[in-house]
């Protein structure tokens, strides 16, 4: 039996040489980089190495570069430390209603300290309408928060469009979006799109666990949110991950050599995946199928099978799959943004999402084609008895 990991924008293996090197910084130089002596110089250096390479690769300025824990810290540094600091100048934000629960539930929380939020409807594909953004606006608008790819149906956003707009309409009003899903699929520059806030996390580029960060143009007001020792000039406390940070930013750089033959790859293997799996009875295709999406996800729904039924089926089978974001997926709700993309009822609890990476063969695409034109018609015939 095969075995099949197609659940990547839960998270991606680890790259060799990532590994590699947070084993020799945790075994070698584990110094803290806050220490003066020659182990802490020596961590530090990796500290500042990282910062090099991820500014370089969005074409900002190192000393805009925040290490966080991840996407979800990332987005709440944003999101909260911006509210706060720019709450003089209003109290309302802008977001969509496909946003990563990391975005949705900070929102939430604001609401309840007096912030008013918009939620943007989006079309079929999942994505927002320019014209909605720009009736949303007002002199009172102090944030808008956007994601760049969408985590369970791959729809990607008019980012610098909206840049644009909100640049224009308000100057002042801090554009935040949460690229988790689109860094390392596309090619990213802040400065161009007139991005103020950028949320990244490592796991999801091949790198570790844990670590992630936060583009802050220099010029942004944002709060700290979190108080200690002042690491980070005092946005961010803590004693860096130094491990961690190494390793994102070594997958940084693995991942943009040769990029687009890597894109061009993920592509070819999502279009030989619908494809095949279009071609089974009873199955609807949720969001972008095509190069107008991201390259690495497809959302699935099969008529008259449970997803729960389906995902674990195909897991007998060594086929591993997601029923939806992994950051919520193992607690029973309706996904939002399949309902805000309009799915049909009898498909919202039927849906997984697949997804893809470097890593994934055309052989393992075929087998799992293969495993579902056969699961499927049986678990049919068993759920219709």
Same mark, same amino acid.
């Given at each position: 039996m095969m075995e099949v990991y197609l659940d990547n924008s839960a998270t991606t293996k680890c790259l060799p040489?990532?590994?590699?090197?947070?084993?020799?910084?945790?075994?070698?130089?584990?110094g803290n980089p806050s220490s003066m002596h020659r182990k802490g110089v020596e961590s530090e250096k990796y500290v500042r190495y990282a910062k090099e390479v991820i500014a370089r690769c969005m074409k900002v300025q190192e000393k805009e570069i925040?290490?966080? $824990?991840?996407?979800?810290?990332?987005?709440?540094?944003a999101l909260i430390g911006g509210a706060y600091a720019n709450c003089r100048a209003g109290r309302h934000i802008i977001t969509t209603r496909i946003e990563h629960p990391a975005v949705l539930q900070t929102c939430a929380a604001l609401e309840e300290q007096g912030f008013v939020v918009t939620y943007l409807p989006v079309d079929a594909n999942g994505v927002i309408r320019?014209?909605?953004?720009?009736r949303a606006m007002t002199k009172n608008t102090i944030l808008v928060s956007i994601m760049h790819t969408n985590n369970e149906v791959g729809a990607v956003q008019p980012i610098e469009q909206a840049g644009e707009l909100i640049r224009r309409m308000n100057p002042n009003t801090l554009f935040h979006v949460d690229a988790v899903q689109g860094f390392g699929k596309f090619r990213i520059y802040p400065k161009r799109m007139h991005?103020?806030?950028?949320?990244? $996390?490592?796991?999801?580029?091949?790198g570790p666990k844990g670590v992630g960060f936060l583009y802050i143009n220099e010029k942004a007001k944002v709060r700290p949110i979190i108080f200690g020792g002042g690491q980070q000039k005092g946005m961010r406390s803590g004693t860096e991950n130094v491990p961690g940070i190494a390793g994102m930013a070594k997958a940084?750089?693995?991942?943009?050599?040769?990029f687009e033959s890597k894109i061009n790859y993920l592509y070819s293997i999502k279009e030989r995946f619908v494809k095949g799996v279009g071609a089974i009875e009873?199955?609807?295709?949720?969001?972008?199928?095509?190069?107008?999406?991201?390259?690495h996800v497809v959302s699935v729904s099969i008529q008259g099978i449970r997803s729960e039924v389906m995902l674990h089926a195909l897991?007998?089978?060594?086929?591993?799959?997601?029923?939806?974001?992994a950051c919520s997926s193992n607690k029973p709700s309706v996904s939002a943004t399949l309902k805000a993309i309009g799915v049909e009822k009898q498909y919202l609890d039927a849906t997984l999402r697949f997804s893809f990476s470097l890593f994934t063969t055309e052989a393992e695409i075929d087998y799992t084609i293969k495993c579902?034109?056969?699961?499927?018609?049986?678990?049919?015939?068993?759920?219709?008895?």
């Open positions: 040489e990532v590994a590699s090197l947070m084993t020799h910084i945790l075994c070698e130089d584990y925040l290490f966080t $824990s991840g996407g979800t810290e990332s987005d709440n540094i320019l014209a909605d953004l720009e991005i103020d806030l950028l949320s990244v $996390s490592a796991h999801k580029i091949h940084v750089e693995e991942i943009f050599v040769d009873g199955i609807r295709l949720n969001g972008p199928v095509g190069r107008e999406g991201a390259p897991e007998d089978k060594g086929i591993y799959v997601s029923a939806g974001s579902m034109s056969e699961l499927i018609p049986m678990l049919r015939h068993y759920t219709r008895k």
